[in-house]
């Protein structure tokens, strides 16, 4: 079992940044495959990015790309999501999830691909 703790959420202008992470404990992380999801209200939870074991492959949906970008630091068993010039359609809760394995491809973008969710945290972007 792995567990996951996600942190860093809050309330930020338009503009301005934040940085999530996600702590995992139970596993080595670094044979996980981690991704950053988001669901805001009313719709469905949606793929933001995902990064695989080592830290070398990365996707993000085409939106986010340039603004956002997914790091992990293996030795504090810990992934980010740092955020740059947010906007109001980012609000959402994040969440932070994983899946053993080192093979990666774009299945990595489905929310059905992890088997291990953390609870989220909450990402307001004010106008």
């Known amino acids: 079992q792995v567990q996951l703790v996600e942190s860093g959420g809050g309330l930020v202008q338009a503009g301005g940044s934040l940085r999530l992470s996600c702590a995992t404990s139970?596993?080595?992380?670094?044979?996980?495959?981690m991704g950053w999801f988001r669901q805001a209200p009313g719709k469905e939870r949606e793929f933001v990015a995902a990064i695989n074991y080592n830290g070398g492959i990365t996707y993000y949906t085409d939106s986010m790309k340039g603004r956002f970008s997914i790091s992990r630091d293996n030795a504090k068993n810990t992934v980010y999501l740092q955020m740059n010039n947010l906007e109001p359609a980012d609000t959402a809760v994040y969440y932070c999830?994983?899946?053993?394995?080192?093979?990666?491809?774009?299945?990595?973008?489905?929310?059905?691909?992890?088997?291990?969710w953390g609870q989220g945290t909450q990402v307001t972007v004010s106008s």
């Open positions: 999830a994983a899946v053993l394995g080192w093979a990666f491809d774009y299945r990595h973008k489905t929310a059905g691909r992890y088997n291990y």
């Open positions: 139970g596993r080595t992380m670094s044979n996980y495959a």
